[in-house]
């Protein structure tokens, strides 16, 4: 009588049963991290454009009135060297926006839009 080595159609058919399972489980964790990843980097994104506008109008732009709202483009930040070249919105893939600088409360605020 021979013996035969290897897994019957019943077995893979289980492991293949509970891989299944455990991706049903995993997948809307693994999903909650990635979507909240991807706001984290846009808040980064969001903080460094506004810390570069800032150091952009303390340095070129000094006697500039921040009591009335200026805006500022991206495409002014690169080409002044305040942010690099491949700089684009994580959540768009683009650089379409613009930086409002001002002061409040003896704060400067940043807003972008």
Known sequence: MRKNKGFTLV???AILV??????????????????????????????NLCLAAQSYMQIEK??????????ISIETLMS??????DTVNPSTDKVDMSIEIRKQDGEIKCVIK
């Open 11 to 13: 077995e893979l058919m």
């Open 18 to 47: 509970i891989l299944a399972a455990m991706m049903l489980i995993s997948a809307p964790s693994i999903t909650k991290t990635l979507k909240k990843s991807q706001d984290l980097e846009s808040i980064e994104y969001e903080k």
């Open 80 to 85: 002044t060297g305040y942010v690099t070249d």
């Open 62 to 71: 000094r006697d500039v009135d921040l009591s009335t709202p200026q805006t």
